[in-house]
């Protein structure tokens, strides 16, 4: 069984309301050693307002608890740690757009492209203009997915999502390329996972980007969180737009290779070189937290935001950069990141937030 919800629009209210709620759990156990392990994976669904929250939980002696909303993008908005709440996230899905709050999902044009249009291989796309004179974050973040009944496996609780761009719809008009973009969730004792496919249905090479952009809590507070990521350089932007340039983090106001303080930190930056065995790690410090973000090979690049002035500060994992297809029509190949899937063909990734107590 499958479902598919409406669009969230102006009714929605709060993620918790009470009345006609209809909550469907899938539960598992694992126990050895004199420890025990309680997995268990539901849907909070009120009828009345057509709302889909599916919660990913783990009961160790560190409960980890994830809530995830289809209807907003496959958004994971809330993940918390010990009763701490990770993700800066709504208090109410009411306008919840995918956007600013979670972990919105990237695709298939991470971050921005100027004027909103790009080419690829001599054939234009007009993604139109979301943020002043640019398109950002792509075409996915906000819409509507489909998925199956959450389940535990394998001392997991496991979501699978996913999204179509078939001919007739809007995605496809804007990226006509017939393809599924599928993502699973996968919590556990250790952290949770992230994976992506994107299976190429048409008879032309599919370019693409995919990235998470999580809005990460100052969790404890904003002292004494600090991040370090061992990139190997950083691309040099004009208005937040990278010119193809890679420049050099020794010595820099950017240099995160090791653990620099969030709180003093003002950058929208761009980084590539990342790579699997040297994963970014942000510590925080007053919560007794250390989180790792862990990758496949795909993810290359690192986007690091914070500005003081907002509540939250970003730590981006992208397969490639912002306006990658641009980049890759001038010649930047390897700089842009940009994944091509040949025709019949498919290409998979993850990201997973490792979770372990500060030693």
Same mark, same amino acid.
């Given at each position: 069984?499958?479902?598919?919800?409406? @669009?969230?629009?102006?009714?929605?209210?709060?993620?918790?309301?009470?009345?006609?709620?209809?909550?469907?759990?899938?539960?598992?156990?694992?126990?050895?050693?004199?420890?025990?392990?309680?997995?268990?994976?539901?849907?909070?669904?009120?009828?009345?307002?057509?709302?889909? =929250?599916? =919660?990913?939980?783990?009961?160790?002696?560190?409960? &980890?608890?994830?809530?995830? *909303?289809?209807? *907003?993008?496959?958004?994971?908005?809330?993940?918390?740690?010990? /009763? $701490?709440?990770?993700?800066?996230?709504?208090?109410?899905?009411?306008?919840?757009?995918?956007?600013?709050?979670? &972990?919105?999902?990237?695709?298939? @044009?991470?971050?921005?492209? %100027?004027?909103?249009?790009?080419?690829?291989?001599?054939?234009?796309?007009?993604?139109?203009?979301?943020?002043?004179?640019?398109?950002?974050?792509?075409?996915?973040?906000?819409?509507?997915?489909?998925? !199956?009944?959450?389940?535990?496996?394998?001392?997991?609780?496991?979501?699978?999502?996913?999204?179509?761009?078939?001919?007739?719809? !809007?995605?496809?008009?804007?990226f006509p390329f017939e393809h599924r973009l599928d993502l699973t969730y996968s919590l556990d004792p250790s952290g949770l996972k992230l994976a992506f496919s994107v299976d190429n249905h048409d008879n032309r090479p599919l370019p693409f980007g995919f990235g998470l952009h999580p809005y990460w809590n100052y969790a404890g507070g904003?002292?004494?969180?600090?991040?370090?990521?061992?990139?190997? /350089?950083?691309?040099?932007?004009?208005?937040?737009?990278? @010119? /193809?340039?890679?420049?050099?983090?020794?010595?820099?106001?950017?240099?995160?290779?090791?653990?620099?303080?969030?709180?003093?930190?003002?950058?929208?930056?761009?980084? @590539? /070189?990342?790579?699997?065995?040297? %994963?970014?790690? &942000?510590?925080?410090?007053?919560?007794?937290?250390?989180?790792?973000? !862990?990758?496949?090979?795909?993810?290359?690049?690192?986007?690091?935001?914070?500005?003081?002035?907002?509540?939250?500060?970003?730590?981006?994992?992208?397969?490639?950069?912002?306006?990658?297809?641009?980049?890759? *029509?001038?010649?930047?190949?390897?700089?842009?990141?940009?994944?091509? $899937?040949?025709?019949?063909?498919?290409?998979?990734?993850?990201?997973?937030?490792?979770?372990?107590?500060?030693?």
């Open positions: 069984m499958t479902r598919r919800q409406g @669009t969230w629009g102006g009714r929605l209210a709060a993620v918790f309301c009470a009345a006609g709620l209809v909550v469907q759990c899938a539960c598992g156990a694992a126990g050895g050693a004199g420890r025990s392990e309680r997995v268990r994976a539901w849907v909070e669904s009120n009828q009345k307002l057509g709302l889909d =929250v599916v =919660v990913l939980r783990v009961d160790t002696p560190r409960v &980890i608890e994830a809530r995830i *909303a289809p209807a *907003a993008g496959a958004n994971m908005f809330s993940l918390s740690w010990d /009763g $701490v709440e990770l993700l800066y996230r709504p208090d109410t899905l009411h306008r919840f757009d995918g956007s600013t709050w979670g &972990i919105p999902v990237l695709y298939p @044009t991470p971050c921005r492209i %100027p004027g909103g249009k790009f080419t690829f291989r001599g054939e234009r796309f007009d993604f139109g203009l979301n943020r002043d004179d640019t398109h950002i974050h792509g075409l996915v973040r906000d819409a509507v997915w489909e998925y !199956e009944p959450p389940r535990v496996e394998d001392g997991a609780a496991v979501l699978h999502t996913w999204i179509e761009f078939k001919p007739g719809s !809007e995605l496809y008009r804007k904003r002292e004494g969180i600090r991040l370090s990521a061992p990139v190997a /350089g950083r691309m040099e932007l004009e208005n937040l737009v990278p @010119t /193809g340039k890679i420049m050099p983090v020794e010595g820099a106001a950017w240099d995160i290779r090791q653990p620099v303080e969030v709180a003093g930190l003002r950058m929208d930056d761009v980084f @590539t /070189g990342m790579r699997p065995e040297f %994963p970014a790690r &942000i510590q925080f410090s007053r919560a007794g937290l250390a989180l790792t973000l !862990e990758t496949s090979p795909e993810f290359g690049h690192l986007i690091v935001y914070d500005q003081p002035e907002n509540p939250f500060f970003c730590v981006e994992n992208l397969t490639s950069s912002p306006d990658a297809h641009n980049l890759y *029509a001038r010649g930047f190949e390897a700089e842009s990141g940009l994944l091509v $899937v040949p025709p019949g063909g498919s290409r998979q990734g993850w990201v997973r937030y490792a979770l372990q107590p500060l030693k």
